[in-house]
């Protein structure tokens, strides 16, 4: 029953953190609240993914530019936020929601795994696989 309340009373929390009047959600907030239910995230866990989140789209929108100026650029940037961000969740997770978020990246690296052998096979370049592995890195997170 206490756990229970408890949970009910986070949702509560955690739903009038990201709640506003009216207006749309912004990306981050969108992948915030999914990580919070999906993790169980509590108040403070929830306060410093939506400002992980916000880094992230943040930096996201400084590096556009690059996408069509160079691209290679632009994957090293991408795999690098996807390197800060990982580290960042790690940082923020307790031990159990580590263990869901690992398994999900093992689940990730199949899925990547997969990918690779298929547009390997279908005769893709390199540089085409590389940002395809790039782009299912930064949508997982």
């Known amino acids: 029953m206490k756990q229970i309340l408890l949970s009910l009373a986070l949702f509560l929390i955690a739903g009038g953190l990201f709640a506003q009047s009216g207006t749309e959600k912004t ?7 999914a990580l919070v239910a999906e ?9 410093e993914m939506l400002k992980v989140q916000q880094r992230k789209y943040r930096n996201l929108k400084e590096f556009e530019p690059l996408m069509n100026q160079d691209v290679k650029l632009y994957l090293r940037k991408l795999r690098a936020l996807v390197s800060a ?15 869901s978020y690992n398994q999900k990246l093992r689940e990730l690296r199949l899925k990547k795994a997969q990918l690779y052998k298929e547009m390997k096979a279908a005769g893709a370049s390199q540089f085409e696989i590389d940002k395809k592995l790039v782009q299912l890195d930064l949508e997982a997170l």
């Open 85 to 99: 961000t990982d580290a960042s969740y790690r940082r923020i997770f307790n031990v159990q929601q580590l263990e």
């Open 39 to 47: 993790y169980q995230l509590n108040d403070d866990q929830a306060v």
């Open 27 to 33: 990306p981050a907030q969108k992948d915030t609240e």
